[in-house]
């Protein structure tokens, strides 16, 4: 899934690709890092607003022996 990105109604010439959309509700953001950053959660964030969807799923897989994750919700106001 490729979405167009917008900004104020106009389109822009780039695109996105989520991880993993799930259920056209949720996106999951996948992750290999030692810790998840505020860039991380910058980019999902980012990711929440282009698309109006208020919840996504930060997942790391790089923080052995652990998976490490967050529940981040935008609210829109």
């Not at 900004?7 to 996948?30: A, G, N, S």
Request: proline share 6%; glycine share 4%; hydrophobic share 40%.
């Amino acid at each position: 899934m490729a979405d167009d990105l917008r900004y104020r109604d106009r389109p822009l010439k780039h695109t996105y690709t989520p991880d993993l959309p799930c259920f056209e509700q949720i996106i999951v953001e996948l992750k290999a890092a030692k810790a998840l950053t505020d860039e991380h959660r910058a980019q999902l964030m980012n990711y929440l607003k282009v698309t109006g969807l208020p919840l996504g799923l930060l997942v790391n897989f790089g923080s052995y022996p652990r998976l490490e994750w967050e529940r981040i919700i935008l609210t829109h106001s």
